[in-house]
């Protein structure tokens, strides 16, 4: 591993000098330092160079040094154009990411206060007979233990973290036939017993995980076309 690590090193150091002979340092217009991927490469070379130069001692700063050795990748990047193009369209997207976000969230709290309304402390069931004993007394008597369901919408952090999991196309099947069978707060399901509710889920994942999938596509692909009109 040592032997690897004097070996892209001293790469890395004569690839620097020949480019700092050719292009120049920081000064003229096109220099090395004038280039950010030049930066990163300059800003690698450096730490290594220092890393190896105090290989021997035990210094807490050295263990820093070592852990930018996971930068070193990051330099096959800059010479391939379109990993380039990828990152720095990535990069550049982050702001309108940001906003797409904010957005998101709007509509995750506008869903949840609704499913809060809609299904508040109704996710209710009985461990034994979930579909006869209605309330807590009669699950009680029957010996059984009063639960809820580990994704609800009593409140509406819970509902936000409900309808995450709904978004992700992972299990919301299960938590759709919950509000399917609500009968009312602090009540027993009975099966099919809301239809209905069943257009809240659909209008959700259409518009909280379809529409805004498309939204951070749409953003990045705006991005990635502007880095290749720039390139």
């Given at each position: 591993?040592?032997?690897?690590?004097?070996?892209?090193?001293?790469?890395?150091?004569?690839?620097?000098?020949?480019?700092?002979?050719?292009?120049?340092?920081?000064?003229?217009?096109?220099?090395?330092?004038?280039?950010?991927?030049?930066?990163?490469?300059f800003f690698i070379v450096v730490t290594s160079i220092v890393e190896l130069a105090f290989s021997g001692l035990?210094?807490?700063?050295?263990?820093?040094?070592?852990?930018?050795?996971?930068?070193?990748?990051?330099?096959?990047?800059?010479?391939?154009?379109?990993?380039?193009?990828?990152?720095?369209?990535?990069?550049?997207?982050?702001?309108?990411?940001?906003?797409?976000?904010?957005?998101?969230?709007?509509?995750?709290?506008?869903?949840?206060?609704?499913?809060?309304?809609?299904?508040?402390g109704g996710f209710w069931h009985c461990s034994v007979d979930e579909y006869r004993l209605h309330?807590?007394?009669?699950?009680?008597?029957?010996?059984?233990?009063?639960?809820?369901?580990?994704?609800?919408?009593?409140?509406?952090?819970?509902?936000?973290?409900?309808?995450?999991?709904?978004?992700?196309?992972?299990?919301?099947?299960?938590?759709?036939?919950?509000?399917?069978?609500?009968?009312?707060?602090?009540?027993?399901?009975?099966?099919?017993?809301?239809?209905?509710?069943?257009?809240?889920?659909?209008?959700?994942?259409?518009?909280?995980?379809?529409?805004?999938?498309?939204?951070?596509?749409?953003?990045?692909?705006?991005?990635?076309?502007?880095?290749?009109?720039?390139?």
């Open positions: 591993m040592s032997v690897a690590d004097y070996f892209f090193t001293v790469a890395f150091i004569i690839e620097m000098v020949i480019k700092l002979i050719a292009l120049g340092f920081v000064m003229d217009d096109g220099s090395y330092l004038r280039d950010n991927w030049n930066r990163l490469d035990d210094l807490p700063i050295i263990k820093i040094f070592r852990m930018l050795r996971t930068l070193r990748p990051l330099r096959f990047i800059s010479h391939n154009v379109a990993m380039r193009l990828i990152v720095g369209a990535l990069i550049e997207s982050v702001g309108s990411i940001f906003n797409v976000l904010v957005v998101v969230a709007v509509v995750y709290l506008i869903f949840a206060i609704v499913g809060v309304s809609l299904f508040g309330n807590s007394k009669q699950c009680l008597k029957a010996g059984g233990a009063w639960l809820n369901q580990d994704h609800n919408f009593d409140n509406v952090p819970e509902a936000m973290m409900t309808l995450f999991v709904v978004s992700s196309l992972e299990g919301w099947p299960d938590i759709m036939f919950f509000a399917l069978d609500y009968t009312g707060r602090d009540k027993g399901p009975t099966y099919n017993h809301s239809p209905e509710f069943m257009v809240y889920f659909v209008l959700f994942i259409l518009i909280g995980s379809f529409f805004f999938l498309n939204f951070f596509i749409g953003v990045l692909f705006l991005e990635y076309n502007k880095a290749q009109r720039e390139e």
